[in-house]
């Protein structure tokens, strides 16, 4: 219960976060400052300056009217909540600990964009590394010491972001750009910022907001649906994390001195490679994602409250969604090459459409259907697919992407490769009846062993059908 309550309310601060940190804002600003820097050093400074004041204004307004209202925003993002006093105080109390976070790791978006526009993207991904040391510290040493362990993570948010912040600073100092607040929106370069951002909220960050829909839905579902959604999204972030937000940071910056410099054959192969590469790694991820959903949800977090049912909950979940991976991925690459030809106004409309449509097939699936915590995964995973075809339905249609040759080609590399592990999985995968009856050791090692035998048998036969992974540098 304690579990419910905090993923949900986290939901809260997160789908915030991807707004107005890496989601709407990144995508608006990365694309002004790139135009800002082909000129006087002055004036970029100028910029970075009266943005950040006017953002951090914003972030103060919106973190204030959470924590004076805190209720009212539980009612509206966990109404099933209301039903459970506990759960409702539970709420509140985590809401008012984590959503400052907003603030800090906006700011450390923000820093991000600075640092990514100058090519210098270590710093920016290695900072995620905090949050998760600062919430590790609280699980092992401060949650056992408090009556409601839940509250011991809430703090480890908040902490995390003042970490975050502060790593963010010495760079920023030795490049001579670190904001100073000035607040001016009538700053030609901020209006850009604004008019690019407002529809970005929606078209950035499309499948946080259908996942915020979930969680909501999901609040009014039996105690428990909420932790598998949560659970499931976790994993699906691996993925996502580790290269479509990884490839789609990369190429704003790339796409946006590309339409400066109006080098239209760069920017759709640029595109064009980029959507190859997601492909590559995705479709091994939907496979091992699919195939060992219950084994790896098992081995990672089935113990203490957290049973076997749970675990069979969330594998049917991790699979709604695993079918989805791909459009999710892709959807980060796409909506960049928008916002780096500054035409934020046409993903806005796709994604109203996908959220009208992920709204309406979670009801139907999740409720109506009673497919319960899986129809609202599969109706994400669904909407997501449709935003992507209407995406690359745009691109071709404005001579912005064209396909380049060797794609037929490419895909039968593809399906051997992917041919070839999916036989590997079901061939050595032991059935989860068996996985339990090993220890801990023997669990993790089961887990490694599928994991890194499927990823160098995928690689291997990618390498016999003539394609490389070198051949994506360059």
């Known amino acids: 219960m304690a579990l419910d309550a905090f993923v949900v309310i986290m939901k809260i601060p997160s789908v915030f976060r991807r707004l107005f940190a890496e989601g709407a804002f990144n995508q608006a600003f990365i694309p002004v400052l790139s135009e800002y820097k082909e000129g006087d050093k002055s004036k970029v400074k100028d910029l970075i300056n009266n943005t950040f004041g006017v953002l951090t204004t914003a972030l103060l307004l919106v973190s204030t009217l959470a924590l004076l209202f805190a209720p009212f925003f539980v009612m509206i993002f966990a109404p099933g909540f209301y039903a459970e006093p506990l ?40 900072t995620p590394l905090f949050y998760n040391l600062s919430l590790i510290v609280a699980a092992i040493w401060f949650a056992p010491n408090l009556e409601m362990p839940i509250y011991a993570i809430a703090w480890g948010v908040f902490v995390a972001g003042i970490i975050q912040v502060i790593i963010q600073l010495p760079a920023l100092v030795s490049m001579g750009l670190l904001p100073k607040f000035q607040f001016n929106t009538n700053h030609p370069g901020v209006r850009k910022v604004l008019y690019l951002m407002v529809p970005g909220i929606i078209a950035g960050g499309v499948s946080q907001i259908n996942m915020l829909i979930d969680t909501i839905l999901a609040s009014l579902l039996p105690t428990g649906s909420p932790s598998w959604l949560y659970v499931s999204d976790r994993l699906m972030q691996l993925p996502l994390g580790i290269f479509a937000i990884a490839i789609g940071t990369v190429i704003l910056p790339r796409l946006s001195s590309l339409f400066v410099t109006e080098n239209k054959m760069s920017f759709s192969n640029t595109l064009d490679w980029s959507i190859r590469l997601i492909l590559l790694i995705g479709i091994p991820a939907v496979i091992g994602l ?91 995973s669904i909407s997501a697919f449709f935003t992507v075809v209407v995406l690359i339905y745009l691109l071709k249609r404005e001579d912005v992407y064209e396909a380049s040759e060797g794609w037929g080609l490419f895909w039968i590399k593809l399906i051997f490769a992917s041919a070839v592990l999916i036989l590997f999985i079901n061939y050595f995968g032991d059935e989860v009846f068996i996985l339990r009856e090993l220890n801990d050791l023997g669990k993790i090692f089961y887990i490694l062993k599928m994991v890194f035998l499927g990823i160098a048998l995928y690689l291997l036969a990618l390498r016999l059908t003539g394609l490389k992974l070198k051949d994506f540098v360059n």
């Open 87 to 126: 759960k409702k105080e539970l709420a509140i109390d985590i809401l008012q600990i984590t959503f400052p976070y907003l603030f800090f790791v906006s700011l450390v978006a923000f820093s991000g964009s600075i640092l990514n526009s100058y090519q210098k993207f270590s710093l920016p991904a290695l």
């Open 290 to 380: 699919v195939m060992l959903a219950e084994p790896i949800i098992l081995v990672l977090f089935e113990r203490g409250a957290f049973s076997a049912n749970d675990s069979l909950q969330a594998s049917y979940s991790l699979i709604a969604l695993a079918f989805g991976l791909i459009a999710f991925m892709l959807i980060k690459i796409l909506t960049p090459s928008f916002f780096a030809r500054q035409e934020p106004k046409k993903p806005m409309y796709v994604a109203l459409a996908s959220m009208i449509l992920n709204a309406v097939l979670a009801w139907f699936l999740g409720f109506h259907l009673g497919y319960g915590h899986i129809g609202l995964a599969l109706a994400s």
